[in-house]
């Protein structure tokens, strides 16, 4: 047997978060026959997923240097004794990427650099800001092998429009386990009984419940629908710091019999199949994996004009600027027809499809 290519990813943490579902779901894929999958991380206080790391046999660092050389002299010791031939670097900001990149392009060691964005952020859209993210694209380029982004924007936001043009940069899909996804109605009766909202029109969402993801506006968007469809209900998974945040406001807009919070999941399959419509009214989103997930479970979408265009896999995602009343004509104007709801599935976002191409690009880095 050839030697296993040995790959370290880079993340902030192991706790519930888009760029840690990405690696872990390329993680369950990949060929352990060819590759052998580590992680180093940089916050230990939230590790989900790490028993299931370590029982798959993968190892798991912890990086705690706050000073430069201090990471330096901890990622020389980790590559040289387990030698690993790529280091994958997952961020959404351009702190987050040089935290790890520097240190070990400094090293000048055989390993190759690839730096993934997972984010465009949130320019400031002024002078300075737009001159420091120039010089930040060009110094980052010339210190990778490789970059990944999860959406053509979000490479734009991190690499230099000639390195995007290059043979070094490639999309990765945010590719999802599309057979786990496929709509069930069995399973949709099920998790509207077990909530009690058999009869109720199921607007839903999955995510961070954090400012990024602008669900305090979806509550203001609530308000104003439910004036009209007061069977209207949010159906809201996920764990975030604004929690305490909408259930006030909830309480406010007296909404609490319009609105569940489900909390953290581990089943997001089941509450897809439960919703009408899937709703993302994110400020600023790399790509927004959810979409895929809600859209092969054959839901209509409206989202914020600020995610990507190209998440639009069905033809049945809104893009709709963030202005409430706005929300409120898409949300009733969106046909809903469950009962001719059907899967959508696309090659391009199976997990299995793109975890072969991911494969291809290490191996492509070595040659």
Request: net charge positive; with cysteine; proline share 2%.
């Amino acid at each position: 047997m050839s030697k296993k290519i040995k790959i370290l990813v880079s993340l902030s943490s192991l706790g519930m978060g888009g760029n840690i579902i990405f690696a872990m779901n390329f993680f369950r894929h990949i060929d352990t026959d060819k590759f052998q999958m580590d992680f180093i991380i940089q916050n230990d206080t939230k590790m989900d997923f790490y028993n299931e790391i370590v029982n798959r046999g993968s190892k798991v660092f912890v990086l705690r240097g706050k000073k430069f050389a201090e990471r330096k002299k901890e990622l020389k010791e980790i590559i040289e004794k387990e030698h690993y031939d790529i280091i994958h670097v997952n961020s959404c900001s351009f702190k987050g990427l040089f935290r790890v990149v520097l240190p070990v392009s400094s090293l000048k060691s055989r390993t190759k650099i690839i730096a993934h964005s997972h984010n465009p952020g949130l320019p400031k859209n002024n002078a300075a800001d737009r001159i420091m993210r120039k010089l930040l694209k060009s110094f980052l380029t010339s210190k990778i092998d490789c970059g990944f982004a999860c959406s053509e924007e979000s490479g734009e936001s991190k690499f230099t429009p000639e390195f995007m043009k290059s043979n070094k940069f490639y999309v990765i899909n945010n590719a999802i386990e599309t057979k786990k996804f496929e709509y069930r109605q069995d399973i949709r009766n099920e998790l509207r009984k077990e909530y009690g909202i058999e009869d109720r029109f199921v607007i839903g969402s999955v995510g961070r419940l954090e400012q990024q993801k602008n669900y305090l506006f979806f509550m203001d968007v609530l308000k104003e629908l439910v004036k009209t469809r007061p069977d209207a209900m949010f159906l809201l998974a996920g764990r975030g710091s604004q929690m305490d945040a909408l259930k006030q406001k909830a309480s406010d807009y007296n909404l609490e019999n319009n609105v569940i919070f489900a909390g953290k999941i581990s089943d997001p399959e089941r509450f897809y199949m439960a919703m009408d419509l899937f709703v993302l009214p994110s400020i600023y989103e790399g790509f927004g994996f959810v979409n895929i997930e809600a859209q092969v479970s054959g839901l209509p979408c409206v989202v914020s004009d600020r995610v990507p265009k190209d998440v639009d896999i069905s033809g049945r995602v809104s893009f709709v600027e963030l202005d409430v009343l706005k929300w409120v004509d898409a949300i009733r104007n969106t046909d809903v027809n469950a009962a001719e709801r059907k899967t959508c599935f696309t090659e391009k976002y199976d997990l299995k499809c793109e975890t072969k191409r991911l494969e291809g690009i290490y191996k492509s880095l070595l040659i």
